[in-house]
């Protein structure tokens, strides 16, 4: 399987709300992915703690035949379609789409894509919606348990379930 985090934490173009922009780049990923679940819907602290706003989080199940790098040319061309702006690192952003996990695969092709996600394991707003759709998951290069890495996470974000599906 193929995980993807989304995420936002500003309005939109059209003053949609975070989570209003992540349900509409789910509903341009339908067109050409197929959606087989959906974690619940979560509100989190900005990693590192900033005084942005906070984020709207969940992690999708996806099943395609795109190549990893075209999926990831997808998910660059949704959050360049969405307005989000890439200056500096940690910014806050319109919609943020992330490839989590890659069929287990180890990619390693340096600025351009890594999956497993290379801070995915230190961040619950990836964990704890993964672990709603897979809690069986094992992280391909750490070898652990994804209720391991859950409980290694050691500097206390705040992330609070918003919503189910």
């Known amino acids: 399987m193929i995980y993807i985090g989304i995420g936002s ?6 003053n949609e709300t975070p ?3 992540c349900k509409k780049a789910l509903e341009v990923i339908k067109k050409e992915l197929n959606i087989s679940k959906l974690s619940s819907w979560y509100k989190s602290e900005p990693v590192p703690v900033s005084n942005q ?3 709207v989080n969940a992690v999708i199940e996806i099943s395609t035949n795109k190549s990893p790098l075209d999926l990831l040319n997808f998910i660059l061309n949704i959050e360049q379609n969405f307005g989000r702006i890439r200056e500096k690192k940690n910014e806050a ?3 943020d789409l992330d490839i989590i996990d890659y069929k287990k ?3 390693y092709k340096k600025n351009e894509l890594i999956t497993p996600h290379p801070r995915m394991h230190k961040r619950s707003f990836v964990l704890l919606p993964l672990n709603e759709l897979n809690p069986k998951w094992v992280h391909p290069i750490k070898k652990k348990g994804i209720q391991e890495l859950i409980n290694n996470i050691k500097d206390g974000q705040k992330i609070l379930k918003i919503s189910e599906k």
């Open 9 to 14: 934490n500003l309005n939109g173009k059209n």
């Open 19 to 21: 989570l209003q922009n």
């Open 53 to 55: 706003p906070w984020f």
């Open 93 to 95: 952003r319109i919609i």
């Open 105 to 107: 695969k180890i990619i």
